[in-house]
């Protein structure tokens, strides 16, 4: 059975494994390396940290970082996701992004905003589907090896905080 809980720091290892996966799939992420705690948890805001857990093992997880340290932008946020790669498609992270959506509305935060591959089709619909807009593509926004890649920006604004 599958739930979504709040992060605990004792899931670190999970989340760090989970997140090489998506890094050495090679359609998540610039990073080529999976932070260390302390990395990781000084880039993520202390709220809307979810894993998903099923049979008693965290199979995926999400968190929010900010976007800027400017008082004006407190409400808005970047969304990370990621999924074990043996647990794709069997939902989980549609159950991730949308209890992190209502999380994030929960806590204030009225623009959530993501950064996908154009190659990542996968998470670009599944952004999609919960709200999330596409605003535009990012050309040749950082290089991966000798490859300049693009990114896909997304946004989605909440109808019920800052309306």
């Known amino acids: 059975m599958l739930y979504i809980r709040n992060f605990e720091q004792n899931d670190f290892d999970s989340v760090k494994d989970i997140y ?17 705690w302390d990395e990781w948890n000084n880039s993520m805001l202390q709220v809307c940290r979810l894993v998903a857990v099923e ?24 969304v990370s996701v990621y999924v074990a790669s043996e647990a794709r498609g069997k939902g989980i992270a549609q159950a991730l992004l949308s209890k992190l959506v209502e999380e994030s509305e929960k806590e204030g935060f009225w623009m959530l905003q993501a950064g996908i591959f154009p190659e990542n089709k996968s998470s670009i619909a599944l952004h999609k589907k919960n709200g999330f807009r596409i605003l535009g593509l990012r050309e040749k926004l950082g290089k991966m090896g000798e490859k300049w890649r693009d990114v896909v920006l997304l946004e989605r604004r909440s109808k019920v905080v800052g309306v």
């Open 55 to 78: 049979n008693d093992r965290v199979v995926g997880w999400a968190a929010l970082s900010p976007v800027s340290s400017r008082c004006v932008y407190a409400g808005v946020a970047e």
């Open 20 to 36: 090489q996966q998506g890094i050495d799939a090679g359609n998540a992420t610039f990073q080529t390396q999976a932070k260390e």
